[in-house]
C-alpha cells in the first residue's frame, strides 16, 4: 500500500520560526550520539533569507555543534519543505551532506513543531522551552502517525532543568562526538 502524500505547513512565518528551539524527542540518526542531553536547534534569518543553523547536544557536559544553512525548496512555493546542509566532519568541515526538512506541524503561537522529511525515517518534536505538556506532545504523536510515522522508534530528549548555556560549557574541540555517534556510540 503506497502511503499518502504528506502534508506540510502552508505558508510559514519564517521570521516568527527562527530562534531556539528544544529537541523534545527524535528518531535515533548516526548524526546525533546516543547519550546527548539538553539537545537544541537554533536557527537566524541571514540577509539571502536563507537561514543559519546552529545545532546542539551536550554528552558529559561538553559541547558538540555543526553549524549550517536552510533554504527553501522551491522559493516559489508556499510549502514548508527545506532542505539543511552541513558540511562534515565538524571540526574540518569539507564534505558537504544535505538532507530535508520538512515542518509539518506548527502552532499558530510558533511554540512547538513537528519537523520530518518525506522518506519518514527522521523525526523531530520540537518545543520553545525544554519541556512540553504531555497531552500536546500526544496530540503531535497522532499528527506524526496521520503522516505515516511509526511514533514507536521516537525516543524522548533529556532535557536539564536550566539548560546550559553554550558560551559556558567546554567545547569538544575534537569532534569526538561525532566519530561516536557515526559510530553509533
Known amino acids: 500500500m503506497a502511503k499518502k502524500a504528506m502534508e506540510v505547513v502552508k505558508c510559514l512565518d519564517v521570521e516568527r520560526y527562527m530562534g531556539r528551539w528544544y529537541e523534545i524527542a527524535s528518531f535515533p540518526s548516526r548524526f546525533q550520539p546516543k547519550s546527548g542531553a539538553d539537545t537544541r536547534a537554533t536557527y537566524t534569518l541571514n540577509p539571502d533569507a536563507t537561514v543559519h543553523v546552529l545545532n546542539e547536544t551536550f554528552t558529559d557536559g561538553k559541547r558538540g555543534f555543526i553549524e549550517g544553512s536552510a533554504y527553501k525548496v522551491d522559493p516559489n512555493s508556499d510549502e514548508a519543505k527545506l532542505k539543511v546542509k ?68 521516537l525516543q524522548k530528549t533529556a532535557q536539564s532543568e536550566t539548560p546550559p548555556e553554550s558560551e559556558s560549557a567546554p567545547k569538544d574541540t575534537k569532534g569526538v562526538w561525532w566519530f561516536k555517534s557515526i559510530l553509533g556510540k
Not at 117 to 142: A, G, H
Open 86 to 153: 552541513f558540511y562534515v566532519p565538524p571540526f574540518l568541515p569539507i564534505i558537504p551532506v544535505t538532507g530535508d526538512y520538512w515542518v509539518l506541524h506548527v502552532d499558530d503561537d510558533y511554540q512547538y513543531a513537528l519537523v520530518g522529511q518525506p522518506t519518514r525515517k527522521y523525526l523531530w518534536i520540537l518545543s520553545r522551552q525544554p519541556r512540553l505538556d504531555e497531552e500536546i506532545y500526544n496530540q503531535l504523536l497522532e499528527k506524526a502517525k496521520e503522516e505515516g510515522y511509526d511514533v514507536s522508534k
